[in-house]
């Protein structure tokens, strides 16, 4: 089965780090980019991290620059989000996406993410900071 799952969310305070995964199953992991999107309630989904599939280029968005990191394991088809320094804006439902038939990140010409280059998501995992 094709599918795309993510783990690693919970309940945190400010300031604090989590680690979240997204575990890849059923397709060549090589040929595609992996990218983390985030959606708050009331507001519209944000992309804020991808990696190329040959791992030698990135993306953050401005509004985690600095405080994530993104990196990939290809012989475990994983990949990872670190989050540091969290905020209480970091709040959200955190979702990976795989984007196909690219070796690397698709960003608009304004320099974001957009979901509609991606077409295989995963469930999502929830992260709360508290203040």
């Known amino acids: 089965e094709v599918q795309l799952v993510e783990s690693g969310g919970g309940l945190v305070q400010a300031g604090g780090s989590l680690r979240l995964s997204c575990a890849t199953s059923?397709?060549?992991?090589?040929?595609?980019?992996i990218g983390w999107f985030r959606q708050a309630p009331g507001k519209e989904r944000e992309g804020i991290s991808c990696i190329s599939s040959r791992d030698d280029g990135t993306y953050y968005s401005d509004s985690v620059k600095g405080r994530f990191t993104i990196s990939r394991d290809n012989a475990k088809n994983m990949v990872y989000l670190q989050m540091n320094s969290l905020k209480s804006e970091d709040s959200a439902q955190y979702y990976c996406a795989a984007e196909f038939f690219t070796v690397r990140c698709t960003v608009t010409p304004a320099g974001n993410l957009h979901d509609i280059y991606f077409q295989l998501w995963g469930q999502g995992t929830q992260v709360t900071v508290s203040p």
């Open positions: 059923g397709f060549t992991f090589d040929d595609y980019a």
